[in-house]
């Protein structure tokens, strides 16, 4: 009987060990005065308007601009075939304007791999090779990225 007491005990240890109770403990908490703090630096407001002209977040913004949908879709995991494509001609701009990596530029789109962006850019330069009016679309929208005046598209 006392072994049995005593793997009862072991046993007993070892759960109490595995799944502990949880005890509020109160812990002392430093309270620093306003005065005493280093202040906060200030938010960082993104101006799409003075941001580097090749950066992928000014490309983002002009062509979520030029196609009326927000910004937000580009980057989201919906993948009917307007926004999609949308997001695909963002991504063949930032490649061709930008020395970003296309992994860099798959996480600045919703956290899309690479290979992702390598299909979007073939895919893309081929639609732009065969149909000149997304040939001339792509091509002011690169112009309103740089910051050139744009014609008006006929259409």
């Given at each position: ?125 081929s639609m732009i090779a065969s149909d000149p ?23």
């Open positions: 009987m006392s072994q049995e007491s005593d793997m009862i005990a072991v046993y007993r240890n070892a759960r109490a060990n595995l799944w502990p109770v949880r005890k509020v403990v109160p812990v002392p908490v430093k309270v620093e005065s306003p005065v005493c703090r280093e202040p906060s630096p200030p938010r960082r407001i993104i101006d799409h308007a003075t941001q580097p002209l090749n950066s992928i977040s000014r490309i983002k913004h002009v062509v979520a601009k030029h196609y009326g949908i927000e910004p937000f879709d580009l980057v989201s995991v919906r993948r009917k075939q307007p926004i999609a494509f949308r997001r695909q001609v963002a991504m063949y701009l930032a490649k061709t304007m930008t020395s970003q990596m296309m992994t860099i530029i798959g996480r600045h789109f919703g956290g899309r791999d690479h290979t992702t962006v390598i299909y979007a850019v073939r895919k893309v330069a009016a997304l040939a001339a679309e792509v091509e002011a929208l690169r112009r309103e990225i740089v910051g050139e005046p744009v014609a008006p598209l006929d259409g």
